[in-house]
C-alpha cells in the first residue's frame, strides 16, 4: 500500500507546558532540557510514576489529564512523574517492564498486554452514563462516501498501531466485507492522535478516518469548530471503555490510596471541574476483563 507522508502541524506533536516541580514532573525522551528530567540523584524523590496513551495529541493528552494527576498528587502528598511517549506500544512496554506504577491506556493496547508481566485492569471510566464506547468512521461532509464501502481508493487517517478504534476496527470491517486492507485505501497516515485524525478530516487534508466516539463527541461539546465539516458515516458495536491498569511495581498501601481515591473521585468537589470536562461521571473499579474479549477476536482473526 501507498502511504500518505503528510506533515502534521507542530502544534499537535510538540509537547510543552506550564507545570510545577513539586507535583507533576514530565518526563519526555524527546527533551533535552535538564529542567524537564527527573531528580534522579535526590534519594527522597519517590514519584508515581504515570503515563498516558496519546488517545489524544501529546500536547492535549497532559492538558486534558494534568488536573488528575495534580489531584493525586495533592491527596496523597507525593510527587508524579509523567512519562510521554508517541505510541501506544512504547506505553505498553514500560508498563510489562515494570517501568510505571499506573496508566492510562487504550482498550486495543490493553488487549495487547500481557498480563503475566505484573500488569493488572484497574479502573474504566464511565462516560455520559456509557461504560461503553464505539468507533466513528468519519469523512469530510464534501466527500462522496456515505458508507465504508465508498472509502475504496480514499486517503485515510489511523490513529496508532494498537489503536482499537482508530486502526484495528476499519482493518477487521475491511475483513468482514472481503476487502483486501492492502490495497483498498488509495494512501493512509498515522496521526498519533484521534483529536489530530478528526482535524485532517475537517480540513480536508485526508478524506476519511475511524477514530474514538469518546474524543468526537468532546471536541464536538468543548471545541465544536474542531468537528466542522465532519460526518459520522458508520458506528461500531460497543467495546470495553480505555481503562486505567496498576502494575506490581506500586507497593500495597500506595494501591490502596489509589484505590480509595478513584473510587470516591467523583464525590470529591476538588475533582468536580476536570472531571467534567473530561466527561468522566465516575470511575469502575475492577473491570471485567471480557470486556475486551471482542477486540481480541478481531485482532485474533486479523492474524489467522
Known amino acids: 500500500m501507498r502511504i500518505l507522508f503528510l506533515a502534521v502541524a507542530a502544534s499537535f506533536l510538540l509537547f510543552a507546558c506550564n507545570q510545577s516541580p513539586r507535583d507533576v514532573k514530565v518526563v519526555d525522551p524527546t527533551q533535552t532540557n535538564a529542567s524537564q528530567q527527573p531528580r534522579m540523584a535526590d534519594q527522597n524523590y519517590r514519584p508515581l510514576k504515570v503515563a498516558v496513551s496519546a488517545i489524544l495529541s501529546p500536547r492535549e493528552t497532559f492538558g486534558s489529564y494534568e488536573d488528575i494527576f495534580r489531584h493525586i498528587s495533592l491527596q496523597l502528598d507525593i510527587p508524579i512523574e509523567f512519562h510521554q511517549r508517541k505510541t501506544y506500544r512504547e506505553i505498553n512496554e514500560m508498563l ?4 510505571l506504577d ?12 500481557d498480563l ?25 461532509e464534501n ?9 475504496q481508493s480514499a486517503t485515510f487517517a489511523f490513529t496508532d498501531p494498537l489503536s482499537n478504534t482508530g486502526y484495528l476496527y476499519i482493518k477487521y470491517r475491511l475483513l468482514e466485507m472481503g476487502m483486501d486492507y492492502n490495497a483498498f485505501f488509495g494512501s493512509t497516515v498515522f496521526t498519533n492522535g484521534h483529536d489530530v485524525s478528526i482535524q485532517m478530516v475537517s480540513k480536508g487534508i485526508v478524506e476519511a478516518a475511524s477514530v474514538s466516539n469518546l474524543v468526537f463527541e468532546y471536541l464536538k461539546e468543548k471545541s465544536p469548530e474542531r468537528v466542522e465539516n465532519v460526518k459520522v458515516i458508520e458506528v ?7 481503562p486505567v491498569v496498576v502494575t506490581s511495581r506500586m507497593d500495597a498501601k500506595m494501591r490502596e490510596k489509589i484505590t480509595e481515591l478513584f473510587a470516591h473521585m467523583h464525590q470529591d468537589t476538588n475533582a468536580g471541574t476536570f472531571m467534567e470536562e ?12 471480557e470486556d475486551y474479549n471482542s477486540i481480541r477476536e478481531m485482532r485474533d482473526s486479523l492474524n489467522q
Open 278 to 289: 473530561l466527561l468522566i461521571d465516575r470511575f469502575i473499579l475492577n473491570p471485567k476483563d
Open 96 to 99: 510489562e517492564a515494570g517501568q
Open 236 to 242: 461500531s458495536k460497543d467495546f470495553g471503555m480505555p
Open 116 to 140: 503475566d508481566k505484573g500488569v493488572e485492569l484497574f479502573a474504566s471510566p464511565i462516560s455520559n452514563g456509557e461504560k461503553y464506547y464505539k468507533a466513528y468512521i468519519i469523512t469530510h
Open 143 to 151: 466527500f462522496r462516501a456515505e458508507t465504508l464501502e465508498d472509502l
Open 102 to 113: 499506573f496508566a492510562f491506556i487504550c482498550s486495543g493496547a490493553y488487549a495487547e498486554l
